[in-house]
């Protein structure tokens, strides 16, 4: 099993940064690619950025492009999400995802496994 713990979350000023960090344990060599997704009240979970552990390749939902930076650690089984220029729409659980697929899209059920999630607050 795999098991993830996101840190990071907290309540910031809209313009300001925040950076998610997600930390692997277990049986990593099974992930292939790390994600991670949001949920705002009331709506879906919609995805926000994904890496491959590998490559190192990404690919960001339009919504976060620009502003939000994935990265990972492959020495720490850490992924990161920096946060810059927050708007209040960027408020959410957010949650950090690991994928045994080598290509995933933006589906949350193409990833395996989740962590518990980290409430991103942004105030206007």
């Known amino acids: 099993q795999v098991q993830l713990v996101e840190s990071g979350g907290g309540l910031v000023q809209a313009g300001g940064s925040l950076r998610l960090s997600c930390a692997a344990s277990?049986?990593?060599?099974?992930?292939?690619?790390m994600g991670w997704f949001r949920q705002a009240p009331g709506k879906e979970r919609e995805f926000v950025a994904a890496?491959?552990?590998?490559?190192?390749?990404?690919y960001y939902a339009d919504s976060v492009k620009g502003r939000f930076t994935i990265s990972r650690d492959n020495a720490k089984n850490t992924v990161y999400l920096q946060m810059d220029s927050l708007k209040p729409e960027d408020t959410a659980v957010y949650y950090c995802?690991?994928?045994?697929?080598?290509?995933?899209?933006?589906?949350?059920?193409?990833?395996?496994?989740w962590g518990q999630g980290t409430q991103v607050t942004v105030s206007s």
């Open positions: 277990g049986r990593t060599f099974t992930i292939y690619t």
């Open positions: 995802a690991g994928s045994r697929r080598l290509r995933v899209g933006g589906r949350s059920t193409e990833y395996d496994y």
């Open positions: 890496i491959s552990w590998s490559t190192g390749r990404s």
